[in-house]
Each structure stands twice: as C-alpha cells, then as structure tokens.
C-alpha cells in the first residue's frame, strides 16, 4: 500500500517500498513528520494565530543550519518515539535523557533525508537508529560529581562511606579538589580563563556554606543523566542515615540547597500597648546532636553490616542498567522516611512514615491492606524473645488508622494526637525497614529477577514463622507443656 507523501515532499525524498515491520511504521512516521513541515510551510502567516501554542513551540532544525522550522505537535511526538526506540536499541535508555536523544534524531532526521536526499528505507531507517545511538555514546562519559550537604554540625571524621558514596568534610573535599584547581583553566584563552575562574570562584564560595560534601561516580551517561543520578544517590545515602542514626537525630540533615550556614529569622509584632516588638531566631545548619567522636560508632560491627546491605542497595540508584527490584523497594522506602524526617509538618510526617511502611512491605495486595501491613510490619519489629508481637501490632494499627484518618480528611492536620504519634511512625519505619534489609540480605538485594508475588510469598511465611514462634512462647502454651 503507498504510503501519503505531498507534492512539495516528494521533491526532497525518492519514493521508496517499504518492508512490513517496525521499520516500516518509522518510515511511515518519517514521511508524516517531513509532510506537516511542508504543510505548515504552505500555511500563511494569519494561519498561525489559531495555532495552539504547545504546537507552534513544536519544530525541527532548518537544512541551511540557520533557524528551526514548524513541524506540529503530532510529527514532534512522532520524533520522540525514535529517539526513544534509538535508545532502546543502543541500551542508552537510562543513561542519557530524552533530551538528548530528542536533539540527535531531529538533527540526523533532517541530515539524511533532507540534505542528502536519502531514500526512507528499511535499510536507511536502521542506519538512523544506529547513527543516533553512536551519536548519543559520544556524548557519556564518567564524572566525579561533589554534592554539598548539611550532616553533622562535626569535624570528624575526614571521611566516611555508605556504599559508592563517599561523605567529606570540609578540609577532606578541599584536600581532595586542590590540585585540579591549580590547574583549572590554565590552557585557555585570557578572555575565556577569566570567565572560567569567575564560575570556579562562584562554586567554591557556594561549598564553604556547607560542612559535608557527598562525592559519587556516576559511569557512562551524559550530563543532564549523570547530575540527576549523582544528586539522587547521594540523597538516597543520606535517606539511610535518617534511618540509621534515627529521624529525631537527624531532622536538620539535607542535600544541597541555598547556601545558608546559618539560617537568620526575625519578626515583628504591636502588642496591646501599641508598642511595636522585633524578635529573631537563630539556627545553624546541619545536626548539632552528634558528639565530636560520633565516628566511633562505626565500628560496631552490627551497625557496619546494615552499612554494608544499604551500600548494596545504593549500587541500584548509581547505575541505571542494574534492575533490582528488592534493592529499589528499600531505596524507595527510605525516600519517603527521609522525606517524613526532613518535613517541618508533623501532619506530613506522618503521612510519609506510613507510606514508607507500605512501600517496604505492601505487594500489590488490593485488599485488606491494614491487616497486612500491621501482620508484616509488626512481624519484622518484634523481639521474640521478649514476645511483643502484639504490642507492635497495635502500634501499627493505630499509626495506620492515624494516616488514614489524615488522608481521608476526617481528621484535622492540626490535632494534637498527630504530635503525640509521631515518635511511634518513625519508630516503626526505623526499625521495620532495617530489619527487613537484615532478613533479605545481599542475595536478594543483587538479585535482578524477584517477582512481586516471590516477596509476598516470603513475607507471609516469615509471619507465619513468627506466629509460630510466638505461639509457642506465650504464657498459655507454656502452662499446657507443662501440665
């Protein structure tokens, strides 16, 4: 069947036959995009006025090289879709944006077919789709990133690691970047040297407002990718400290952001005297809790294991190509605890400890999901020694009454029982998402194949075998042991 071509298209391109496959449909799509160019081309300028204006910012790169032109909403989302299945093809998916995979295809799109007058066939399709991806490989490359942090307010230790994440100190970072500052810009032109310094200079000031900073090496990406990628490990790094070291101690702790050492507050008020009264409020950035020697702490073995597992999982957030389900679950979970821990609204904190508690343990279950959240979570939190499974069970069962109460706006934000259930949210999710990362351990968190239903399998055996235990070691099946 021929394919639609116009009058004016039909100049640039030779007609061509087609093969019936997927290539067949970018062909197809091809002609379509170079078809609304030259439509839109035809169209008068009146005619652009009743353009929607998402669709008049729609357009690809002129064949002179000078300017861009109008292409339509329809044919722009028709170039997505190659750049898209470019990536695919070339297993760049996760490594460089769509962005960049966008700009190569308009720019190899108009190259081929319009400058050189390339026929669209099968065979020239699969020379696009292999073009674009060597074109996007050039632009991956592996970068060191630093993202400054406010941890602990500490000069100890020089540095500390979870995982591919690596926490310096002030004195650390300047160590460590000192001699590529020497030499930065040394080769240049005097012009550009000056405005390069300038950016140097710029940044420099920007991370003496901050004690920490989180240094990770994101591989093969390109740039946009790799910052995105850097910022989130590190942040996902800090997320594990919030539960490591608890939400209490660790609410001040943040990644990036304006560069205040010190956050100044001040305020005004006329009592009712007439009198006009300022107040202010003084606060430095990071944790003022830790002690000087807090470092010590890491070398409890007990604590270096958890360390260890969470720097496992953290491999997942580094490298897009690594898909592992457990792994990304536990990240996951710690996002929305860091969030809950770093969020000023005990209302919020709530919200997101539970959805914390979901996220670990929830497999797709559609019903009854109060039941097995208390079954799961109070399961991983009880000590079976001390039997106080039923304790921890009516914890989560309150807590989770508590969110659902807030979501469903039967409760107001403001309530002061939401103040007095916060410590219990938080210490649930601490203690349930360890535990959970204890008990799966590095064989599941590597483990690139874990369907949901396996996790839901383990989880309702694991109650099970805690029911059990508990069974046994109540004060009742005791006294029938006995007798």
């Known amino acids: 069947m021929p394919l639609p071509r116009s009058d004016a298209f039909a100049l640039f391109v030779p007609k061509v036959r087609v093969m019936s496959n997927l290539k067949e449909t970018i062909a197809e799509d091809i002609f379509f995009i170079f078809d609304e160019v030259f ?30 032109m109008l292409c339509g909403l329809a044919a722009y989302e028709k170039v997505t879709f190659i750049a898209r299945l470019a990536g695919e093809r070339n297993a760049l998916s996760g490594n460089v944006t769509i962005e960049t995979l966008r700009k190569l295809t308009e720019e190899l799109l108009v ?16 020379r696009l789709l292999s073009s674009v991806g060597r074109a996007s490989k050039k632009k991956c490359q592996d970068k ?9 307010a500490t000069k100890s230790p020089d540095a500390f690691s979870v995982g591919p994440v ?40 920007h991370y003496r407002n901050f004690d920490w900073v989180g240094e990770i090496i994101i591989e093969g990406c390109d740039s946009a990718t790799s910052a995105d990628l850097a910022e989130r ?25 304006a560069a205040l050492r010190v956050d100044r507050r001040g305020g005004l008020t006329i009592n009712s005297s007439g009198e006009l009264a300022p107040h202010g409020s003084l606060a430095w950035a990071g944790q003022g809790c830790f002690p000087e020697d807090w470092s010590e702490w890491l070398r409890d073995k007990h604590l270096q294991n958890i360390l260890r597992l969470f720097g496992i999982a953290l491999e997942t957030e580094a490298n897009p190509k690594l898909k592992r389900p457990i792994s990304r679950r536990i990240l996951d979970a710690a996002q929305w ?83 007095s259930m916060m410590g219990k949210a938080a210490n649930l999710g601490e203690e349930s998402i360890i535990q959970a990362l204890l008990l799966l ?27 059990t235990h508990s069974a046994a070691n109540s004060p009742h099946s005791q006294g029938l042991d006995e007798t």
């Open 111 to 126: 190259q081929r077919f319009l400058v050189e007058r390339r026929p669209i066939d099968e065979k020239q399709v699969d």
């Open 337 to 419: 605890f860091g969030d809950a821990s770093r969020d000023e609204q005990p209302s919020n904190r709530i919200i997101k400890f539970v959805t914390a508690l979901e996220r670990m343990v929830m497999t797709d279950e559609k019903q009854d999901a109060t039941r097995l959240v208390s079954d799961r979570v109070s399961a991983l939190c009880c000590s079976l020694e001390a039997n106080d499974r039923a304790k921890w069970k009516q914890e989560v069962k309150d807590v989770y009454d508590l969110r659902s109460r807030l979501l469903h706006g039967s409760m107001s934000p403001f309530d002061r029982s939401v103040n």
């Open 39 to 68: 439509r839109f081309k035809k169209m008068g300028r009146d005619a652009f006025a009743g353009l929607d204006q998402l669709e008049a910012f729609c357009d690809l790169p002129h064949p002179s090289g000078h300017g861009r």
């Open 441 to 467: 351990g590095e064989e599941a968190l590597v483990a690139e194949k874990v369907p949901t239903r396996m996790l839901a399998k383990w989880y309702d055996n694991f109650v099970d075998h805690v029911d």
């Open 144 to 152: 060191t990133h630093f993202i400054p942090c406010h941890l602990m």
């Open 166 to 205: 690596t926490f310096r100190n002030r004195s650390n970072f300047k160590s460590t970047v000192a001699s590529h500052i020497r030499g930065y810009a040394k080769n240049e032109e005097p012009k550009r040297r000056e405005h390069m310094r300038q950016l140097m200079l710029d940044a420099l000031r």
């Open 233 to 257: 490990t590190v942040r996902s790094a800090v997320n594990l400290l919030h539960l490591v070291f608890r939400a209490k101690n660790t609410d001040r702790m943040r990644v990036g952001g």
